[in-house]
């Protein structure tokens, strides 16, 4: 139960940066992608189920607060969350290589569905432009904050699986 509250509390927290603090920090008109650091990074940790849970309640955020339509950044967010869950057994806390490259790779993801979602079925052919004008920043920009931001989130999951390893040695 402790868990669910802090992961919904980390998923909420990084929300509210990402459309307040960071939406006034932005550079060319580029943000982080928060939203994407926590859904990748809870996928690698704690598996595929888990990336899937945390990147429907991300997607569903986004969608409610941000989207056009209820549904889009669901999906995307929870495909992206189970890609991430499929590295669960290669994922080692003191590696951060991996981290950096399967959120390096869904940020690439992310904005590739967007362009073809949003701007090219609308008649938006200047993929060259979108890339290195808005998909590049943005993957550069979340890498760079993703070198703090997953240090944060691994502390945390570090936290409680030791105390969920206390209390469960308890009732052994």
Same mark, same amino acid.
């Given at each position: 139960?402790?868990?669910?509250?802090?992961?919904?509390?980390?998923?909420?927290?990084?929300?509210?940066?990402?459309?307040?603090?960071?939406?006034?920090?932005?550079?060319?008109?580029?943000?982080?992608?928060?939203?994407?650091?926590?859904?990748?990074?809870?996928?690698?940790?704690?598996?595929?189920?888990?990336?899937?849970?945390?990147?429907?309640?991300?997607? @569903?955020?986004? =969608?409610? &607060?941000? /989207? #056009?339509? +209820?549904?889009?950044?669901? %999906?995307?967010?929870? !495909?992206?969350?189970? $890609?991430?869950?499929?590295?669960?057994?290669?994922?080692?806390?003191?590696?951060?290589?991996?981290?950096?490259?399967?959120?390096?790779?869904?940020?690439?993801?992310?904005?590739?569905?967007?362009?073809?979602?949003?701007?090219? @079925?609308?008649? =938006?052919? &200047?993929? /060259? #432009?979108? +890339?290195?004008?808005?998909? %590049?920043?943005?993957? !550069?920009?979340?890498? $760079?904050?993703?070198?703090?931001?997953?240090?944060?989130?691994?502390?945390?999951?570090?936290?409680?699986?030791?105390?969920?390893?206390?209390?469960?040695?308890?009732?052994?």
């Amino acid at each position: 139960m402790k868990r669910k509250i802090v992961t919904g509390l980390i998923i909420l927290i990084c929300f509210l940066l990402e459309s307040t603090i960071f939406h006034k920090l932005t550079f060319a008109s580029i943000s982080p992608n928060l939203m994407i650091i926590v859904v990748s990074s809870f996928g690698f940790m704690r598996g595929k189920k888990t990336g899937m849970t945390v990147g429907f309640a991300s997607g @569903l955020l986004v =969608d409610l &607060l941000w /989207g #056009n339509m +209820l549904g889009f950044h669901m %999906l995307i967010f929870t !495909v992206i969350g189970y $890609l991430n869950g499929t590295f669960e057994r290669l994922f080692y806390d003191e590696d951060i290589k991996l981290p950096i490259i399967l959120i390096a790779t869904s940020e690439l993801i992310y904005g590739l569905i967007i362009y073809g979602c949003m701007y090219m @079925l609308q008649g =938006d052919f &200047l993929f /060259g #432009n979108y +890339l290195y004008r808005i998909i %590049l920043p943005e993957l !550069v920009y979340t890498i $760079l904050i993703t070198l703090v931001f997953y240090q944060i989130i691994l502390r945390i999951n570090r936290k409680l699986e030791s105390e969920e390893q206390r209390s469960a040695s308890r009732f052994v």
